[in-house]
């Protein structure tokens, strides 16, 4: 008999070692807390809010939200990175309640007219008639580990400001809205507010996973893809829709080289939790794919604008140089995702060169922070993982100390049951005297987010489902459960995610001929719709039972999931069965 909850299979996600190899160029047992705020509730901790002097009015909205939660210390943005980070810390010793994160309002810098009175210190002026004008800095750091020609003399970085005892390790969680006036800010902290009231749907449930090609030949990108799905196999929830799109001819997972960008752009613009970015980049656009002769691009700048997300918006997470260059003279292409009035929430991605290992480190405790740990935050979230990694690597998770425990739930922790693999992996692609510890405190600065840092996740109640553990093709049996809430049950049985639907093969070869390329589009939407039989009904709070119909042709390893979508609240579960006929 399979009893299993959202926590049965619930373990990480380890876009680690996707990421580790695929950019070669991120459950406690305790209910969720509500994202409901009540007019009683008391503030339990301080937040330090830097804006420019004149853009008060721009948080009025959702300062009045943030307060029934957190005490809101808004402070002036000062001209240098030094000044700020001074003003950061006096603010943080007369915080009472102590505080937890920083919210960071507008840009680095932005252009204006040299001519306009009052405005803040220059930096470097470009024209006659145009200036530089200092918004809120952020931090420029000389970087410390040298991976090649490409690795940039410096960096920029906002984690510093949450860094309160100088020991180069965050304390705050930090966040920022990259806003050039107050318009723009408005809108921004706005869509935060939104976000936290967006209805539950099959969206809350769904991550997006896009992923480049690592350009090694095709035995090497083959076996990219192979681990990255293995891995996320075994860190995405079972009841999730993982969907997956791969820039590379021979993968099940890529549609019609020419409808790349408009294939997973539409399924994103779908809703989702996350959307994760795994390959190559640069400060405006994401890599190019190739598809016979010709080099075909995965993301350009202008791209943001097709995002119309139409219910969640995902938080991206962007592992890949560059995207998150906050500070270029041009906007970076996570700066034009947010500048979207429906594109992503927020952004997380490197202001410079990232490495493999430093971003699989930080994407799987980020990961671990959100699926194991049900961390209310995104800011914590980030925070914590930074925290982790920045931690010598010989230094185990406390609550993953208990063998036996490990064994008996769900908060096993991938990064720790992997460590071994990823670091011989580390050290066999770098030079003999290269600091891996260095690597990763290295993506504690470089790896920004771009949103903001109280933004809450939104995390479902919990089904205890019943089901045989072993099903017969044609059968139809009896799902059990119980879910802590009424409303529209869904019953899914899919197959696990490392197989596939019958009949779908990757291409040998491409050839780019009509009849192949519209082969790929259909073998991509099958590859990303494992379920094979769906039942609905409508259900109230406490025991329901339905009977599920196993398809005649089904066999092998199958996952059972529910979900109960209620007005303001859903539930799920998730079991794993065998379809096979009896001996």
């Known amino acids: 008999m399979v009893r299993s909850g959202l926590h049965s299979r619930a373990r990480t996600i380890c876009i680690a070692i996707g990421a580790t190899l695929g950019s070669l160029t991120g ?8 994202n409901r705020i009540t007019a009683e509730t008391s503030p339990h901790a301080s937040v330090i809010v830097v804006r420019p002097s004149r853009w008060q009015s721009a948080l009025e ?3 009045e939200y943030r307060s029934r939660e957190y005490r809101i210390i808004e402070i002036d943005s000062q001209s240098t990175a030094e000044q700020q980070v001074q003003a950061i810390r006096k603010a943080a010793k007369g915080c009472n309640p102590p505080a937890v994160a920083i919210l960071l309002c507008g840009d680095v810098t932005r252009e204006v007219d040299a001519s306009e009175p009052g405005r803040n210190n220059a930096a470097f002026p470009r024209k006659a008639t145009r200036r530089l004008e200092v918004l809120t800095p952020c931090i420029v750091l000389d970087t410390t580990v040298r991976l090649g020609p490409t690795t940039t003399p410096s960096l920029c970085t906002d984690a510093g400001f949450g860094d309160l005892d100088g020991d180069g390790c965050p304390d705050l969680a930090v966040g920022r809205l990259p806003a050039k006036t107050p318009a723009e800010l408005e809108r921004m902290l706005e869509r935060s507010i939104l976000y936290e009231s967006v209805a539950p749907g099959p969206w809350n449930d769904t991550v997006h996973v896009t992923a480049g090609v690592g350009g090694f030949g095709v035995l090497a990108d083959a076996a990219i893809e192979t681990v990255t799905r293995r891995f996320l196999t075994e860190g995405v929830p079972d009841h999730f829709r993982l969907q997956m799109t791969y820039a590379s001819c021979t993968s099940t997972y890529c549609p019609s080289p020419l409808k790349l960008r408009d294939s997973y752009i539409e399924r994103i613009n779908g809703g989702g939790l996350f959307w994760v970015y795994i390959g190559h980049g640069s400060v405006t656009h994401l890599d190019y794919m190739q598809a016979g002769n010709a080099w075909l691009p995965i993301g350009e700048a202008d791209d943001a604008g097709r995002f119309r997300i139409r219910s969640r918006p995902p938080i991206a997470i962007m592992l890949a140089c560059y995207t998150g260059a906050y500070d270029a003279n041009v906007d970076s292409f996570s700066e034009r995702l947010l500048a979207q009035e429906s594109g992503p929430v927020a952004v997380i991605a490197g202001s410079r060169v990232t490495m493999p290992y430093g971003l699989s480190q930080l994407a ?14 995104l800011g914590a979230i980030v925070l914590q993982a930074k925290q982790k990694i920045w931690i010598d690597d010989e230094v185990t998770d406390p609550q993953s100390s208990d063998t036996e425990s490990q064994q008996n739930s769900s908060r096993i922790d991938i990064r720790q049951r992997y460590r071994r693999i990823v670091t011989d992996m580390a050290t066999a692609l770098n030079p003999g005297n290269h600091d891996l510890l260095a690597e990763r405190r290295e993506h504690v600065r470089l790896m920004n987010l771009l949103g903001d840092p109280l933004l809450k996740l939104p995390y479902p109640d919990i089904i205890e489902i019943e089901a045989a553990e072993t099903l017969e093709p044609g ?4 799902i059990r459960g119980t879910t802590p809430i009424g409303g529209r049950l869904i019953v899914e049985l899919a197959l696990v995610r490392d197989r596939l639907p019958e009949g779908v093969v990757p291409l040998s070869n491409y050839d780019g001929s009509p009849a192949q390329l519209e082969q790929m589009q259909t073998t991509y939407d ?3 719709d494992l379920r094979v039989a769906r039942f609905e009904q409508v259900v109230a709070p406490g025991e329901f039972e339905m009977q599920v119909a196993v398809p005649d042709d089904l066999k092998g390893r199958c996952v059972i999931s529910a979900y109960v979508y209620g007005d303001d609240r859903w539930a799920v579960g998730s079991g794993r069965v065998a379809v096979r006929k009896p001996k």
């Open 27 to 34: 459950v406690s047992a305790q209910q969720p807390t509500s």
């Open 61 to 63: 909205r959702w300062t």
């Open 364 to 377: 799987s405790e980020m990961i671990n922070g959100c699926f194991r740990d049900r961390i209310p935050t």
């Open 475 to 478: 059968s139809t049996v009896p």
């Open 526 to 528: 099958t590859a990303n």
